[in-house]
């Protein structure tokens, strides 16, 4: 009789656990914005998972695009794969939240930047030696623990360079081929603006430094002498003061686009951001500074024809230049949760791998995310996206986003764009330098 009784309540108990799993399960899709997607293909050289993933996503533009996937994975494989997307604004609550559900956590989450592994870091599985990881073209997106594991990978990225004109370049007898660094730069750039009335272009559009353009340049374009310089001192977190050794680099650069622009430099503190977009998106200019997220305004706004358009990198004068990448960043890195059950973890990378590697995966991938640094990437409709992934395939360096360690970010380039107008319209440079130099030990006290 009490082995009877025994029985019962060991299949009451399996029940009750049973329905409580599902309800819990049931309330976690039903209570996000996604639900449950598939899983992929296991790597070539790993056995088949069991496991399950959930991925927790943080771009609400993209979760039709994941929840498609995850079910043809899922088709493909039997692996069960939930997508949660987060609300806009909302990821880093939310992901704390759901990393409190033990083994129901994500799997799959977003470390964006150090600041994150930091937080995350015992939750942070090391990809070194996965199939996902061998089949990437850099590490320059990834980050790392202080111990050397790489924490989380950079899966896209967005750039910036000097946008090109390729038919008004023709038409000034140039072609693309002779700028490989900025002597050969400044040698075009000259000549066309030399001959601006008789062509009917200039060479650069205005720089503007009133406050929706100034960020180009106190922003993305001060990334060039502060990149140099990290990259000579090894610098992995936020210094607390910097030396300005490339600033002369910064001024040869910055020289040559107010001195061969069809605006005066003393009007540059009115001129605004959309003067140069129109500028360059009329014609009346061939090369423009900005970034990967200008070619929709470029070719659907002003109807310019995709294939006139490239991306070259920004050159100031640095030797070994010739060498260089486009600009390029992300805070998109993928993570996967070190403390799921290891099938879960199998499961994760097997995923990724797929995602990376198959048809369906990177195709996803290119039209929602653009240029992704793995090899088996697929060509966007973004030429600057595909421009940039060109010079990734050739073996370019990086040239990575050192300005997101600025302190007090936007006191400190607020400093750098009164300082340049001043010297635009006359003054000294040796401002602009105090403005950099004097002006981050500055904020960086402050902060």
Same mark, same amino acid.
């Given at each position: 009789?009490?082995?009877?009784?025994?029985?019962?309540?060991?299949?009451?108990?399996?029940?009750?656990?049973?329905?409580?799993? %599902?309800?819990?399960?049931? %309330?976690?899709?039903?209570?996000?914005?996604?639900? $449950?997607?598939?899983?992929?293909?296991?790597?070539?050289?790993?056995?088949?998972?069991?496991?399950?993933?959930?991925?927790?996503?943080?771009?609400?533009?993209?979760?039709?695009?994941?929840?498609?996937? $995850?079910?043809?994975?899922?088709?493909?494989?039997? =692996?069960?794969?939930?997508?949660?997307?987060?609300?806009?604004?909302?990821?880093?609550?939310?992901?704390?939240?759901?990393?409190?559900?033990?083994?129901?956590?994500?799997?799959?989450?977003?470390?964006?930047?150090?600041?994150?592994?930091? /937080?995350?870091?015992?939750?942070?599985?090391?990809?070194?030696?996965?199939?996902?990881?061998?089949?990437?073209?850099?590490?320059?997106?990834?980050?790392?623990?202080?111990?050397?594991?790489?924490?989380?990978?950079?899966?896209?990225?967005?750039?910036?360079?000097?946008?090109?004109?390729?038919?008004?370049?023709?038409?000034?007898?140039?072609?693309?081929?002779?700028?490989?660094?900025?002597?050969?730069?400044?040698?075009?750039?000259?000549?066309?603006?030399?001959?601006?009335?008789?062509?009917?272009?200039?060479?650069?559009?205005?720089?503007?430094?009133?406050?929706?353009?100034?960020?180009?340049?106190?922003?993305?374009?001060?990334?060039?002498?502060?990149?140099?310089?990290?990259?000579?001192? @090894?610098?992995?977190?936020?210094?607390?003061?910097?030396? @300005?050794?490339?600033?002369? !680099?910064?001024?040869?650069?910055?020289?040559?686009?107010? !001195?061969?622009?069809?605006?005066?430099?003393?009007?540059?503190?009115?001129?605004?951001?959309?003067?140069?977009?129109?500028?360059?998106?009329?014609?009346?200019?061939?090369?423009?500074?900005?970034?990967?997220?200008?070619?929709?305004?470029?070719?659907?706004?002003?109807?310019?024809?995709?294939?006139?358009? $490239?991306?070259?990198?920004?050159?100031?004068? =640095?030797?070994?230049?010739?060498?260089? $990448?486009?600009?390029?960043?992300?805070?998109?890195?993928?993570?996967?949760?070190?403390?799921?059950?290891?099938?879960?973890?199998?499961?994760?990378?097997?995923?990724?791998?797929?995602?990376?590697?198959?048809?369906?995966?990177? /195709?996803?991938?290119?039209?929602?995310?653009?240029?992704?640094?793995?090899?088996?990437?697929?060509?966007?409709? !973004?030429?600057?996206?595909?421009?940039?992934?060109?010079?990734?395939?050739?073996?370019?360096?990086?040239?990575?986003?050192?300005?997101?360690?600025?302190?007090?970010?936007? /006191?400190?380039?607020?400093?750098?764009?009164?300082?340049?107008?001043?010297?635009?319209?006359?003054?000294?440079?040796?401002?602009?330098?105090?403005?950099?130099?004097?002006?981050?030990?500055?904020?960086?006290?402050?902060?």
């Amino acid at each position: 009789m009490k082995k009877l009784i025994a029985l019962i309540l060991v299949a009451l108990m399996t029940i009750a656990c049973f329905a409580c799993t %599902t309800t819990t399960q049931e %309330t976690a899709t039903t209570d996000t914005t996604t639900a $449950a997607a598939a899983t992929d293909a296991p790597a070539a050289d790993t056995a088949a998972a069991t496991g399950k993933v959930y991925y927790l996503n943080f771009k609400p533009e993209a979760d039709a695009a994941w929840q498609t996937l $995850a079910a043809q994975y899922t088709e493909l494989t039997g =692996v069960p794969v939930t997508v949660v997307t987060a609300a806009s604004g909302t990821y880093s609550e939310t992901l704390t939240a759901e990393m409190d559900k033990g083994a129901s956590a994500p799997t799959l989450f977003q470390c964006g930047n150090a600041a994150g592994v930091a /937080t995350w870091s015992d939750y942070l599985y090391d990809f070194t030696g996965t199939d996902v990881y061998a089949q990437m073209t850099t590490d320059d997106f990834n980050l790392y623990k202080s111990t050397g594991e790489v924490a989380a990978i950079g899966y896209c990225y967005e750039c910036f360079g000097i946008i090109v004109n390729k038919a008004l370049l023709e038409q000034a007898g140039h072609s693309l081929d002779e700028i490989t660094d900025f002597a050969s730069l400044k040698a075009v750039v000259e000549d066309i603006h030399s001959r601006a009335s008789e062509l009917g272009f200039d060479a650069f559009t205005s720089s503007g430094l009133d406050g929706s353009s100034s960020w180009r340049f106190s922003g993305h374009l001060a990334n060039m002498p502060l990149f140099y310089e990290f990259r000579d001192d @090894g610098v992995t977190a936020q210094p607390a003061t910097i030396t @300005g050794q490339y600033m002369d !680099n910064y001024k040869n650069i910055w020289d040559l686009y107010i !001195n061969n622009s069809a605006t005066d430099p003393t009007q540059l503190a009115t001129a605004t951001g959309d003067q140069a977009e129109a500028e360059f998106g009329q014609g009346q200019a061939a090369f423009y500074q900005n970034g990967s997220w200008e070619y929709s305004n470029l070719t659907t706004t002003f109807g310019m024809n995709a294939d006139d358009l $490239a991306m070259i990198p920004i050159y100031c004068g =640095v030797e070994g230049e010739s060498n260089a $990448a486009l600009c390029c960043g992300t805070e998109n890195c993928w993570a996967v949760n070190s403390q799921a059950a290891p099938e879960d973890i199998q499961a994760t990378l097997d995923f990724l791998y797929w995602v990376v590697t198959s048809d369906e995966g990177t /195709t996803m991938m290119a039209e929602q995310f653009g240029p992704i640094p793995f090899k088996d990437a697929k060509a966007s409709s !973004n030429v600057f996206f595909n421009d940039a992934n060109q010079y990734l395939a050739d073996g370019k360096y990086v040239v990575t986003w050192a300005f997101n360690y600025t302190p007090n970010v936007d /006191t400190w380039r607020a400093g750098v764009v009164a300082a340049l107008t001043q010297y635009s319209a006359g003054g000294s440079w040796d401002d602009v330098v105090t403005a950099f130099v004097a002006g981050w030990a500055t904020q960086y006290a402050a902060q």
